[in-house]
């Protein structure tokens, strides 16, 4: 379990470091956290998380119409943010599954496995 009081101590030492937000993301999060969640209200399951993961190699098909349907990453959890729109996943089901994925389709890049990993 993380310490929220230590989070807190930390992102208000970071605060005074930084009183005018030039940070990378501190002018959008001005250094303040919202409200610990429960584990119940942390965690809700996404639509489609039972569903199969549906690729097991690089896909980026070109001129697909249905490139964002969400269909397309079925079986699979955002567990980072990279940046930009793109982000990393975590396949929960299928074929791939305990694999992460790296979600690139915000710069034309695709759905493409990590790792591995040791």
């Given at each position: 379990?993380?310490?929220?009081?230590?989070?807190r101590?930390?992102?208000?030492?970071?605060?005074?470091?930084?009183?005018?937000?030039?940070r990378?993301?501190?002018?959008?999060?001005?250094?303040?956290?919202?409200?610990?969640?429960t584990?119940?209200?942390?965690?809700?399951v996404?639509d489609?998380?039972?569903l199969?993961?549906?690729?097991?190699?690089?896909?980026?098909p070109?001129?697909?119409?249905?490139?964002?349907d969400?269909?397309?990453?079925?079986?699979?959890?955002?567990?980072a943010?990279?940046?930009?729109g793109?982000?990393?996943?975590?396949?929960i089901?299928?074929?791939?599954?305990?694999?992460?994925?790296?979600?690139?389709?915000?710069t034309?890049?695709?759905l493409?496995?990590?790792?591995?990993?040791?």
């Amino acid at each position: 379990m993380w310490d929220a009081d230590h989070i807190r101590a930390r992102m208000a030492d970071l605060a005074r470091q930084d009183p005018e937000c030039r940070r990378f993301g501190a002018s959008w999060h001005r250094y303040r956290l919202g409200p610990v969640l429960t584990e119940a209200e942390d965690w809700v399951v996404p639509d489609g998380l039972p569903l199969p993961f549906p690729h097991t190699g690089h896909w980026n098909p070109y001129q697909d119409e249905d490139y964002y349907d969400p269909r397309r990453v079925t079986g699979s959890l955002v567990i980072a943010e990279y940046g930009c729109g793109i982000v990393y996943r975590l396949v929960i089901t299928g074929p791939a599954r305990g694999e992460v994925w790296l979600d690139d389709r915000e710069t034309d890049r695709g759905l493409m496995p990590v790792g591995p990993f040791p």
